[in-house]
């Protein structure tokens, strides 16, 4: 805080006339709170807007949470009254919050009560016989209860020195008697033991499920205890609602624990630690949703949470009882997620042309979908866009991006209506056709560019080739065709940091200090659009959010530099100054 800067008074009848004047060039018409002095006033800085018509401005006034005015800083000290706080931003840069466009939040507070193996630098798990140890300390020191699993979450297994994933022989090694789950970074797939074979009733004369596979043995029938897809979801969805609740029954009307409430606290917090203002839980069941309500009942949501029900737990007609445009008490209902395939690094991703590297008992082996019936998924869009409820698909490979663009092109004639903004979610693979395609049916994509840093040189090796690897996420195209681009982390798969995945989608780095696909390179100013005001746009929160404009949420992040002025390579190194939500500073930097 400080005191105004020494300028020229004015009256504040001067303030406004001149704001009305700017209006034609990208000051907006004061709102009715600036009848009285701000609140707050943040200037002696660089100030980042995302507004176009006016990019840059000296100061920001604040009142009653929200923008009152932007632009000159001597009008605005003329503004001031002895209530308002002078906030001297010091040579930091003051842009709008971050707006998560895709992660989970439910999942990543669960995720704080398990074992944590996730690789180095998010974790400590780099090789097989460390997760053994990770889970086998945990089983010491803090045993299950009888009848309860003991949890491992964020293993990824191009990152292991074996270069395999643990099987079922890995986990009965820790213990042969309490089932064990561990899940994969991308919650895709998991490995269980022989114990929790025998809980979950795995046998050998188990058939895979439509859109999942249970992997074999070298014999092809014993399970090795690698479950993907919906292999996966009878026997993960039990135990991960118990880490959400702490093992109360919230449908039966019982509150989630204390714990579990505390691990949602921790998980928002490092969410505002990392410049969030607004988060989602994108695949919420009615469970995470009784936790966050919840957590909004009690006012302890200090972000914004937009939560979209998936669909394999509702129905198009709950998912429209529950959908909200507005917050109450920070949490809305925001659309419906619909799932078309899987996870890149586990196999699962539906993609046109078969995997690089095919594994001994494949051939062509090329993913497969979820919705292996056409009209299915067809009836599940069209009816959602009937009931004027949001659309969000996870589609990774171009098989399922075909398969998503051919949904919406036939919601679009069988239910015509208004702008319906549909994202696409992940898209790792899209061709120049497709994206055609997105633009013309005017879908929305966000990508998860932390895949180009964390497996940009597994994917060239093993997954895509590098001819597809160089298109990894292709933001440049994307953009070039005028289609509304965000970029995600997809918490818990990867650590809440979206200046890492501004640095990423800038500069294409990967692990190995290589540049792959530099023509998908984008701009920072692009970069920054896509982590706030496109990111709103996409859940239909531009109209109050993303941008620095008179009348918007008083949604803002200090950053230690300027993204647009220092070495493209340095961005990931900008610090997180302070968070502000709706004026209120929730997380500075000690």
């Not at 530099?561 to 500073?585: C, H, M, R, Y």
């Amino acid at each position: 805080m400080s005191k105004p800067p020494p300028l020229k008074a004015a009256p504040f009848r001067t303030l406004a006339a001149l704001c009305l004047v700017w209006v034609g060039t990208g000051c907006s018409k004061l709102p009715e709170s600036a009848d009285r002095a701000p609140d707050t006033v943040y200037f002696n800085g660089d100030i980042i807007t995302m507004n176009d018509r006016l990019p840059t401005v000296e100061a920001v006034a604040v009142t009653d949470g929200k923008i009152s005015w932007v632009g000159d800083v001597e009008a605005v000290a003329a503004a001031g009254g002895g209530h308002t706080r002078w906030v001297d931003l010091q040579g930091n840069t003051l842009m709008p919050g971050f707006f998560d466009s895709h992660s989970h939040l439910a999942l990543t507070a669960a995720k704080l009560a398990a074992v944590n193996t996730d690789p180095p630098p998010a974790g400590p798990a780099d090789s097989i016989a460390s997760i053994q140890r990770l889970l086998r300390e945990r089983l010491s020191n803090q045993p299950p209860a009888p009848g309860d699993w003991l949890v491992g979450w964020g293993y990824d297994h191009a990152m292991l020195a074996e270069g395999r994933h643990p099987t079922r022989t890995d986990l009965d090694a820790v213990s042969a008697e309490v089932p064990i789950m561990l899940i994969h970074f991308s919650s895709h797939q998991i490995v269980v033991n022989s114990a929790g074979l025998e809980r979950s009733g795995i046998t050998a004369q188990t058939q895979d499920p439509q859109g999942g596979r249970i992997l074999r043995a070298p014999d092809g029938l014993e399970p090795n205890g690698i479950l993907q897809e919906n292999a996966m979801y009878p026997v993960a969805l039990p135990i991960l609602n118990a880490l959400m609740t702490g093992g109360a029954d919230t449908a039966a009307g019982d509150p989630p624990t204390e714990s579990a409430l505390q691990r949602m606290d921790d998980a928002l917090q490092e969410y505002a630690s990392r410049g969030f203002t607004t988060v989602t839980e994108m695949g919420a069941t009615q469970l995470s949703i009784n936790v966050l309500r919840e957590m909004s009942r009690q006012r302890r949501l200090t972000l914004d949470v937009v939560a979209t029900g998936i669909s394999k737990a509702f129905t198009v007609e709950q998912i429209a009882a529950l959908y909200s445009a507005g917050y109450r008490d920070r949490l809305r209902v925001g659309g419906l997620k619909i799932v078309l395939d899987g996870g890149s690094p586990g196999r699962s991703a539906y993609l046109s042309a078969p995997y690089h590297r095919q594994l001994s008992s494949e051939q062509g082996y090329r993913g497969f979908p979820q919705f292996e019936d056409a009209s299915e998924l067809n009836d599940l869009v069209a009816s959602s866009y009937r009931a004027h409820v949001p659309v969000y698909i996870h589609a990774l490979g171009d098989a399922a991006v075909e398969q998503a663009t051919a949904t919406i092109e036939h919601a679009h004639a069988a239910a015509p209506g208004e702008d319906r903004r549909t994202q696409l979610i992940h898209v790792q693979q899209a061709r120049e056709e497709q994206l055609d395609k997105i633009a013309e049916i005017g879908a929305t994509i966000t990508f998860q560019v932390a895949h180009n840093y964390y497996f940009g040189d597994f994917h060239e090796k093993f997954i895509y080739g590098p001819r597809r690897t160089a298109r990894l996420n292709p933001a440049r195209s994307a953009l070039d065709r005028g289609i509304s681009v965000s970029i995600h982390h997809d918490s818990p798969v990867h650590p809440v940091d979206q200046m890492m995945l501004i640095w990423a989608t800038v500069n294409r780095v990967t692990r190995s200090g290589r540049v792959i696909g530099h023509e998908q390179r984008i701009d920072v100013m692009d970069a920054l659009k896509a982590s706030t005001i496109n990111a709103a746009f996409q859940f239909f929160e531009d109209d109050v959010k993303g941008s620095i404009e008179p009348g918007k949420s008083a949604d803002l992040v200090v950053l230690s530099s300027n993204p647009l002025k220092v070495d493209p390579l340095a961005i990931k190194d900008i610090q997180i100054i302070e968070t502000i939500k709706d004026g209120a500073s929730i997380y500075r930097k000690q």
